[in-house]
C-alpha cells in the first residue's frame, strides 16, 4: 500500500484549506488554468497548453465562491472538498480522553506525512517514516513498535492503521475513544427487561397493606423473571441488585415504611417540577378539605373535633371562602345492633358534607359582613382592596369584611365524596363553573390549597387554647379540661383572622413579575391590582338560588304529607292540595314520578318541594317541630334514633324521637357528665387572666355554661314556642283536638297585651345553633308560610 503526493510539495501536518499554490492545476469557466503566480489576494491564471483562453487575474473570494470553479488533481478530477474538523466535538468528552486523541493525531500525522506537526520548514522525516522509502505498512509498523516501546502503549500496527483512516474519515473526531462517549443508563448492564420487572414489582410492593424488605423483592423479581423472560434472561446477583435500587433512586430501608408512607412516595411527581399560574382573580381556584386540629363544643353537648373546607385563589392567594364543621368519626356497631332487623346509621361519622362545598361556592360570591366583635382593621374600608370603585358598583361592600369577592372560573377539586357527589357537580353547573378533578393521590395537583392548610394551622390553629396537634405525636401533656369555644365562636374568629392575619400578610410568592427584588405583596394588594384589569361584577344570590345549591330527593306526597328520613312534612296552608298530594310528578326515569325536593342537612326543620309546573317552591315544615322547639341538626336526630331504639322503639317513630331530641337538647345545654380531657401542646393553653369568673380552678366537671347568670324557672311562663300566631300551622283547619288539649295563642300567656302576635320563630333568634349566615338564611321561613320569594 503505497501513496503518491502530486500538486504540492510536502508540508508537515494538513495543508490549509481554501489556498491555491502555484502549479496547480484548476478549472474556470469551461476553461483550464494554471496557477502561475499568487499576488496577494490576487491569483494569476495562465492557459493550460492547447487552450485558447487568455491570462486572468482574479480575486481569492471570488473564485472560492464561483461555483463552476475547481482545483483538478493529476488526473484532471476535481479535488473533492474536505469539511472542517468539529474541534467542540472533544468539549463533550472527558479531558483525559481529549488529550489522548490529541497524542493520536500527532502520531497519525507523521505516519501520513513523515514529519510531525510544528516542525520547522526543510525537516527531514525521522528515520521509518520517509514516504518515498518506506509503505504505510512499514509505517504502521513502525510507529506500533514506538509506541509500545516508549509509552509502553499495546498496540498492533493494525491498531495504527484504524486510527489514520478514522483521522483521514472524520478528522481528530475520529481518534476519540468511543467507550468515553457512551451514554451512561440507569441499569447499567442489566438487562432492560429486568429493571422494567424490578420497577413494576416496586409498585406493586409500595401498594400493598403489608411491608416487606428487599430480600423478598429479589426473590419476586427471579420468580417472575423466569416465568415471563425465560431461563435466557440473567437476572444479577443481590448485591448487584442493592447497587441498582440505588441508582433508581429506591432506598432499601424505606421498602419496610408504613403503607401510607410508601404510597406518598410513589406519587411523588418526577423533575422539572411545574408552576401553577393565572392571569386573573377566578380563573383558576383550589378546592379542599382538612382537620383544623382544634376541638369544640359539639351541638350535643360534647367536644368535637372540627373540619376546614376552604377556596384558595391561586392568582391572589386569598381565601376566598372558608366553612367550618364539626367531624365526628364513626362508631363500630355492637354485634346485637348490627343483627338487628332495624338499622340507626349511628355507627357512621360526620364531617363535611356535598351541601358545603355548594355552600362554600356560594360564599365566593357574596361580600363576607363584619360580624359584632370583629375589629375595626378587618373592615374592607381601611384595607388595601379598593374600597370606593367597589362600593361604586357593589352597596354590599360597605359593611365587608376585608375579603376579595371573586368568581371562580374554573374549580380544581380531588375525589372526595364531598366533590364527586351530584349535587356539587349541578350547583357548579347552575353557577356557570368549570371543574377540573385533580388525579387520584395526586396532591401537587393542588399543591396551593395544601400548603395554604399548613400554613392555616400554623398560624391560627396553634393559638387556639383547645389546638390538638396533628397527631398524637405532636400532642402535648394532658390539662384539666378548659372552656371550648362553640363552632359559631370558633368560626367567628376564623373569618376575623383570615381577614386581618391572612389577606393582609405578605406572602412570598406574590411579587411583581417586573420588580422581583421589591417586597412581596399581600392577597389583598394582588387583588386590587388583579381586579383593575379584569374588572367586577357583582353577582346578587336570592333565596331560590340558594335553594338551588342545596342537595335533591325525589319524593312523593301521601295523606300524611312528605315522608322523608323517617319524618313526616307537611304544608297547612293547602299548597299541596293543588294536584301534588296522592298525584305523580309525571317525570320518568330515575325520579319514577317522584317529585323534587331540596334539603339542608344542617336545618332539618323544613324542606322545600318544586313544583314544576309552575316553577314555585313550597315550603314543608317538621310536623313535630313543637315537640323539639329549638334548632337542631341531621346529626342529632340521628343520635335521637339510636337513642330511641335502643329503648325498644322504632325508627318510624317520629314523634317520639322528636320528643327524645327534646331531652338530647336539654341535656347539651348543661355539657357531658364525663367530659373528655382535651390534649394541647405546652405553650398553647389559655392565657392567665382569661379564666371565665365562677369555674372552680383545676375542678373536673366541665361546664361551658360557667359564670351564666341562673335562671329563675319561676318567672317562666309558657313556651315560647307553642304560641302560635296561626293555629292552622301545626293544626289544619277542621281537624278536632283531643279533650283537654288547645293550640296556644298569643294572647293566652301572662304578661302579653291581646293584639301582640309573636311569631313562631321569634325566639330562636338567639340560641346558638353553630350554624353561619347562609344556613341560617335558610331555617327562616315567612310568617304565613308562603313559597319563598326570590330577592330584588
Not at 61 to 80: P, R
Not at 143 to 152: D, F, I, N, R
Not at 305 to 329: G, H, M, N, W, Y
Amino acid at each position: 500500500m503505497s501513496e503518491v503526493l502530486t500538486g504540492r510539495p510536502r508540508v508537515s501536518g494538513l495543508a490549509p484549506r481554501g489556498i491555491v499554490a502555484p502549479g496547480d492545476r484548476v478549472r474556470w469557466m469551461g476553461e483550464r488554468y494554471t496557477v502561475s503566480a499568487l499576488s496577494g489576494t490576487t491569483v494569476h491564471l495562465a492557459p493550460a497548453t492547447g487552450s485558447t483562453a487568455a491570462p486572468i487575474a482574479a480575486s481569492i473570494q471570488f473564485l472560492a465562491v464561483a461555483e463552476d470553479f475547481a482545483v483538478l488533481d493529476a488526473t484532471g478530477l476535481s479535488l473533492a472538498g474536505e469539511p472542517f474538523p468539529n474541534w467542540a466535538m472533544l468539549e463533550g468528552v472527558s479531558p483525559d480522553c481529549a488529550r489522548d486523541a490529541r497524542m493520536w493525531q500527532r502520531h497519525v500525522i507523521e505516519v501520513d506525512t513523515g514529519l510531525l506537526p510544528d516542525v520547522p520548514e526543510g525537516s527531514r522525516p525521522r528515520e521509518g517514516y520517509d514516504p518515498d522509502r518506506f509503505t504505510l505498512i512499514e509505517r504502521y509498523q513502525r510507529k506500533a513498535a514506538e509506541l509500545s516501546a516508549v509509552l509502553e502503549w499495546k498496540v498492533s500496527w493494525k491498531t495504527v492503521q484504524r486510527k489514520r483512516l478514522a483521522f483521514k474519515q472524520d478528522g481528530i473526531w475520529g481518534l476519540v475513544d468511543k467507550r468515553c462517549t457512551r451514554k451512561s443508563t440507569l441499569h447499567g448492564r442489566t438487562d432492560a427487561r429486568v429493571v422494567d420487572l424490578l420497577l413494576a414489582l416496586h409498585e406493586r410492593q409500595a401498594k400493598e397493606q403489608a411491608a416487606t424488605d428487599a430480600r423478598t423483592l429479589f426473590k419476586n423479581l427471579r420468580r417472575a423473571a423466569r416465568a415471563s423472560l425465560g431461563q435466557a434472561v440473567k437476572v444479577p446477583a443481590d448485591p448487584t441488585l442493592y447497587a441498582l435500587l440505588k441508582r433508581l433512586g429506591i432506598d432499601a430501608m424505606q421498602l419496610r415504611d408504613p403503607t401510607r408512607r410508601r404510597k406518598d412516595r410513589l406519587n411523588r411527581p418526577a423533575p422539572p417540577f411545574g408552576v401553577t399560574t393565572a392571569t386573573a382573580p377566578g380563573e383558576l381556584v383550589q378546592i379542599d378539605s382538612t382537620a383544623l386540629d382544634v376541638k369544640v363544643l359539639g351541638d350535643d353537648g360534647r367536644p368535637t373535633q372540627v373540619e376546614l373546607t376552604a377556596a384558595i385563589d391561586v392568582f391572589t392567594r386569598s381565601i376566598i371562602a372558608a366553612v367550618l364543621r364539626p367531624k365526628t368519626a364513626g362508631r363500630r356497631k355492637p354485634r346485637q345492633q348490627t343483627r338487628a332487623l332495624l338499622s340507626t346509621g349511628t355507627s357512621k361519622g360526620r364531617a363535611t358534607k356535598a351541601v358545603d362545598a355548594s355552600l362554600l361556592l356560594a360564599l365566593c360570591m357574596v361580600p363576607v359582613p363584619m360580624r359584632p366583635g370583629f375589629d375595626a382593621a378587618a373592615s374592607a374600608a381601611r384595607s388595601d382592596l379598593p374600597y370606593e370603585e367597589l362600593l361604586e358598583v357593589d352597596a354590599r361592600m360597605e359593611h365587608a369584611a376585608a375579603r376579595p369577592v371573586i368568581m371562580p372560573e374554573t374549580i380544581v377539586i380531588d375525589h372526595g365524596t364531598v366533590f364527586t357527589g351530584r349535587t356539587f357537580f349541578d350547583a357548579c353547573s347552575y353557577l356557570g363553573i368549570s371543574v377540573r378533578p385533580a388525579r387520584k393521590r395526586t396532591p401537587t395537583d393542588k399543591a396551593i390549597v395544601e400548603r395554604t392548610f399548613e400554613s392555616i394551622k400554623s398560624l391560627f390553629s396553634q393559638h387556639v387554647n383547645s389546638y390538638t396537634g396533628r397527631d398524637f405525636t405532636r400532642r402535648g401533656k394532658e390539662i384539666d379540661p378548659e372552656r371550648l369555644w362553640t363552632l359559631q365562636e370558633l368560626d367567628d374568629l376564623l373569618q376575623e383572622w383570615i381577614a386581618i392575619g391572612w389577606q393582609a400578610r405578605p406572602h412570598e410568592e406574590l411579587r411583581s413579575p417586573y420588580e422581583p427584588n421589591l417586597p412581596a405583596l399581600t392577597p389583598n394588594q394582588v387583588y386590587a391590582a388583579g381586579v383593575q384589569a379584569a374588572g367586577y361584577v357583582p353577582i346578587p344570590l336570592g333565596f331560590k338560588d340558594y335553594l338551588q345549591l342545596l342537595p335533591t330527593a325525589w319524593v312523593g306526597v301521601r295523606d300524611e304529607g312528605i315522608r322523608f328520613k323517617n319524618r313526616t312534612y307537611d304544608n297547612y296552608r293547602g299548597e299541596l292540595e293543588n294536584g301534588i298530594r296522592n298525584a305523580a310528578s309525571g317525570l320518568k326515569g330515575k325520579r319514577r314520578d317522584g317529585w323534587e325536593l331540596r334539603y339542608n342537612p344542617y336545618t332539618p326543620e323544613q324542606v322545600w318541594l318544586r313544583d314544576h309546573r309552575n316553577g314555585e317552591w313550597i315550603t314543608a315544615v317538621f310536623k313535630h317541630q313543637h315537640l323539639i322547639g329549638a334548632p337542631w341538626t341531621q346529626h342529632l336526630w340521628e343520635t335521637a334514633t339510636a337513642e330511641h331504639v335502643a329503648r325498644g322503639g322504632r325508627v318510624t317513630d317520629d314523634d317520639s324521637i322528636a320528643q327524645v331530641l327534646a331531652e338530647l337538647l336539654e341535656r347539651a345545654g348543661h355539657g357531658p357528665d364525663e367530659p373528655g380531657v382535651v390534649s394541647v401542646p405546652d405553650g398553647y393553653g389559655p392565657l392567665t387572666g382569661l379564666d371565665v369568673e365562677g369555674t372552680p380552678p383545676g375542678g373536673s366537671v366541665f361546664d361551658p355554661f360557667a359564670g351564666a347568670a341562673s335562671l329563675d324557672l319561676d318567672a317562666l311562663g309558657p313556651l315560647t314556642v307553642l304560641e302560635l300566631d296561626e293555629t292552622s300551622l301545626y293544626t289544619p283547619e277542621g281537624l278536632s283536638l283531643p279533650d283537654g288539649v288547645r293550640p296556644a295563642t298569643g294572647g293566652d300567656g301572662p304578661g302579653r297585651g291581646d293584639t301582640e302576635e309573636v311569631p313562631l320563630w321569634a325566639d330562636l333568634d338567639d340560641l346558638d345553633d353553630g350554624l353561619d349566615a347562609a344556613a341560617r338564611l335558610l331555617l327562616d321561613p315567612s310568617a304565613d308560610t308562603r313559597a319563598p320569594q326570590e330577592d330584588v
